[in-house]
């Protein structure tokens, strides 16, 4: 059995006031570790793309009600 997101959303909400930088994320792909590994053996570094940076899309939302600074 996994962990529930509210399990998650509590243990990270605990950690952020105890001082912490918290940064939590849940899978929510179908594909099992097992297909993923084979995809990611398959692919050769040239069909890789490069990526510089990171930045969240619109469709991720935050799990808490914390106000960005």
């Known amino acids: 059995m996994g962990t529930s997101i509210e399990q998650l959303r509590d243990l990270g909400l605990q950690h952020a006031q105890e001082g912490y930088s918290v940064v ?18 398959n692919r050769s570094t040239k069909k890789r793309p490069k990526v510089n940076s990171y930045s969240l899309t619109a469709s991720q939302e935050s799990l808490f009600d914390i106000p960005e600074s």
Do not use: A, H, L
């Not at 939590?24 to 053996?41: K, L, Q």
């Open 24 to 41: 939590i994320g849940f899978e929510t792909s179908r594909e099992t570790p097992r297909d993923r590994t084979t995809r990611v053996r």
